[in-house]
């Protein structure tokens, strides 16, 4: 049986949702805040208190009177104790690696935390209240000599043991806390993410993230002893005092499976989502009981909320309403009256507290750039948000209604908008599925990494900063002339924040929670690999990508280097869908060169009347090798990108297929520089006879909207909440096709042009990992992208985010 939320019909919030924002009952001055994603919070709980890079973990003492936080992101990662009466930081410590384990012994005079690829558990010790030195309790050599990654932990006092299980091997190692020495190391066969010890210490639960299942472990024999088939990644799991019922959230399919452990079966399933939906997008990642143990709260990290619901019943649970959280919620515990809350990406954008400050250079290229660098350090996207924790105080039945209203109301999502999207009637895009579209062949370009600022911020039509465009007309005039004889587009902004989850957010409207909790750590430099475009399977949103979606509705596809790379592909859904010569990720090949494959590819296609309906297409060059010494340098690189595109669109609308074609075109993410409005902002493009020539475009749109209007062209269902939410781009076109080619721009600087300097920025190039993209801390090559346009001796402007309070602009049509 499977528990859906009544709640949304209750409250009379299926009808049209009020157009005015819901503030935070307990803070009425609270403004509503409009994401980049747009989605909205009004996070319950007050200003709360701040915490560190992605807060994973928090956990209780047997007393309630300490708090600890495990903080995982990609920036600095730290151990936090606080005062959960006070909501005071009592202590704070550095940790070089760490991962989500987190627990204290029963006496609270020991902390053990995950510490992640170092291949150890690190062991606290707790005196007045602040943290000591840590012991080590070592589980192998560390990365990369070994691949192991502790990841949840429980620890059992009176036998002296510690419990870990691994997200890397994909085991179970049982730890002597006396001679910390290993007991017993047993195989998992999937990635695991948390483990419990029962009451008695007899049973251990353990859910495995990467196998879907309810693991029951023998503490005595040794062994696996029940295994229980749950819905998609299972992360969090608790239970009640006595053992008896377990709870565990299955993030991939917003559902929570509540289990009686004597009978060893799952006596219902709950649905966490805002409505029923079999949508992926809520992403139920954390779970608490009430002191009472009649209350459950669900931690719904991309609905931005808490779902609560009634378990006094076991088997009979029932809705009781939601709680407005921060961004990403990750983690919720209870004390006494309060729910305290970690919001893994904290409150808001943040805006850069530094402008850019001028300077004037001429690069070696001969033309004259902007006049800007900025005082103040790089603020890198992936260490950008931090987090907080919120303390709310457990709602009566009219205030969880109240916050209940207000979370529908951040929310874009509704059923209606799975089978009618938003939109005008009449143009080339469908509304609904079963109309059809005059488009018949869609290409979809995906770039690599670059701000709207960086490259269109020199356009006077859009909302640009010119001080911060490193790659201007001079070297994107393609870019440029796209966007000026088409429709330019100054609002748009990518769903990602680095490659890791770009290339799921450009493919599938979503990336899962092992994408979104995993990138931060190879990002930060702390092992790890690129595993996050198709080649290993945990990281596959549940439903598939967007290929997967074409096959099961019978549209033709085909790639040319995206999750493919010279006739090879992880993805099962690819195989026999791919150009065999077209490259994947490779600094070394141009970009200009993927497009004459592709252009011979497609002429081959054309004369057999075989064109796809769907074509994917990658054109990488723009991501730049830094100045790694004797690579192209990063302004060649960046107009090899900008020419191939515009003999991409030039050959392509010299075909006999142009007049039911169109051309989509966005970067996977938008991480490697600084733009003024948000660090999300991207340049995106729209291509095709039906587009709204000479049009400017100030709307709010995101890669999932690109993608839904994509969809909507294909006939294809929305892949997540996410774009069923989305806003298409029916704005940018008309009714009526007007087919006048693109003749592409001639390149105004060399293409060829190789790094010969060595510098400091030529060193840390020569460190760069370059045969995987952000395989490359990317911090360090935004800054020597830079250095190498504005001067070695140039400060760096960080990426500005705005809170996004102010309203979208009107569209410009002259």
């Excluded at 970690?342 to 400050?357: D, I, V, W």
């Excluded at 004889?485 to 924040?497: C, K, P, S, T």
């Excluded at 291509?687 to 994509?710: F, K, W």
């Amino acid at each position: 049986m499977k528990t859906a939320f009544a709640l949304a019909a209750a409250l009379g919030l299926l009808a049209a949702r009020p157009a005015a924002a819901q503030v935070p009952a307990d803070d009425p001055r609270a403004a509503k805040i409009l994401l980049p994603n747009g989605w909205s919070l009004t996070p319950a709980g007050g200003p709360g208190l701040a915490l560190g890079d992605l807060p994973l973990n928090m956990q209780l003492s047997k007393s309630g009177q300490l708090l600890a936080v495990t903080n995982n992101g990609q920036s600095t990662q730290t151990v936090q104790l606080i005062d959960p009466v006070t909501h005071m930081l009592l202590d704070e410590k550095v940790i070089g690696k760490s991962w989500y384990g987190l627990g204290f012994n029963d006496k609270a005079d020991r902390l053990y935390v995950s510490g992640a690829n170092d291949n150890i558990i690190l062991v606290y010790p707790i005196a007045a209240r602040k943290l000591g030195a840590p012991d080590t309790l070592r589980l192998g050599k560390a990365w990369p000599k070994e691949k192991i990654s502790p990841a949840g932990l429980a620890v059992d006092g009176s036998r002296q043991r510690l419990y870990t299980v691994t997200k890397e091997d994909n085991a179970l190692y049982v730890l002597d806390l006396k001679t910390k020495r290993t007991l017993n190391r047993l195989a998992l066969g999937h990635e695991a993410y948390g483990c419990l010890l029962a009451p008695d210490g007899n049973t251990l639960y353990i859910s495995l993230w990467g196998g879907d299942e309810l693991l029951a472990y023998d503490t005595r024999t040794g062994q696996i002893r029940q295994r229980l088939a749950t819905e998609s990644h299972p992360n969090e799991l608790i239970q009640t005092r006595s053992g008896r019922y377990l709870f565990v959230a299955n993030a991939n399919d917003n559902s929570v499976s509540v289990v009686d452990a004597k009978s060893w079966k799952v006596l219902e399933t709950i649905s966490s989502a805002l409505y029923p939906t079999k949508l992926t997008g809520s992403t139920p990642n954390g779970l608490a009981l009430s002191p009472d143990e009649k209350t459950l709260y669900i931690a719904n990290a991309d609905n931005n909320c808490l779902a609560v619901f009634d378990v006094a019943k076991p088997g009979k649970s029932t809705p009781q309403g939601f709680i407005p959280t921060g961004w990403y919620p990750t983690c919720v515990r209870t004390l006494g009256r309060q729910v305290l809350v970690a919001n893994g990406k904290g409150f808001s954008s943040l805006p850069n507290p530094q402008g850019p400050q001028p300077v004037k250079r001429t690069d070696n290229s001969g033309y004259q750039l902007g006049s800007t660098a900025a005082a103040g350090p790089v603020q890198y996207i992936g260490g950008l948000f931090k987090g907080t924790l919120s303390f709310v105080p457990v709602p009566g039945v009219a205030q969880l209604k109240a916050y209940s209203r207000q979370v529908y109301a951040n929310t874009p999502f509704t059923p209606a908008l799975e089978k009618e999207a938003l939109g005008v009637a009449g143009g080339p895009v469908p509304r609904r599925a079963g109309e059809v579209s005059p488009i018949k062949h869609v290409f979809y370009i995906i770039k690599e990494n670059r701000t709207y600022d960086q490259v269109l911020g020199d356009m006077a039509q859009g909302n640009g900063d010119s001080t911060l465009c490193i790659f201007p007309e001079r070297v994107t005039p393609n870019h440029h002339a796209l966007a000026r004889e088409f429709v330019l587009l100054d609002n748009f902004y990518v769903n990602a924040e680095v490659s890791a989850d770009g290339h799921n957010w450009s493919t599938a409207a979503y990336a899962t929670d092992y994408v979104e909790k995993s990138w931060p750590i190879s990002y930060g430099g702390r092992g790890g690999t690129y595993d996050f475009e198709g080649t290993r399977k945990i990281a596959y949103p549940r439903d598939g990508f967007i290929w997967d979606y074409c096959q099961r509705a019978g549209r033709s596809y085909r790639s040319y280097g995206e999750f493919a790379e010279n006739g090879k592909t992880p993805l099962k859904s690819l195989e026999g869908h791919i150009c065999p010569k077209a490259p994947g990720f490779d600094m070394d090949v141009k970009d200009v060169d993927r497009v004459r494959i592709w252009a011979q590819d497609f002429d081959s296609l054309l004369a057999r009347g075989a064109v796809p309906q769907f074509s994917t297409i990658r054109l990488s060059n723009d991501h730049t090798s830094g100045q790694r010494l004797g690579k192209i340098s990063p302004i060649s690189a960046v107009a090899d990108n900008d020419l191939a595109l515009g003999q991409f669109v030039e050959h392509l609308s010299h075909s006999s297929i142009w007049n039911e074609s169109v051309v989509f075109v966005l970067e996977d993410d938008a991480q490697n520089g600084p733009d003024h409005v948000d660090a999300h902002r991207s340049p995106a493009f729209v291509i095709s006879p039906y587009t709204r020539r000479g049009s400017v475009d100030h709307t709010l749109y995101t890669t999932a909207g690109m993608l839904r209007t994509m969809e909507l062209i294909l006939g294809l269902p929305p892949m997540s909440q996410y774009d069923a939410a989305a806003r298409p781009l029916f704005g940018v076109f008309q009714a009526a096709p007007a087919g006048a080619p693109y003749q592409a721009k001639t390149a105004r600087v060399p293409l060829d042009t190789r790094n010969t300097a060595w510098n400091r920025s030529a060193e840390r190039s020569a460190k760069f990992n370059l045969t995987h993209e952000d395989a490359t801390p990317d911090r360090d090559l935004t800054e020597v992208v830079w250095k190498a346009i504005r001067g070695e001796d140039a400060a760096v402007p960080a990426p500005r985010r705005g809170a996004f309070l102010r309203p979208t602009p009107k569209r410009d049509d002259d």
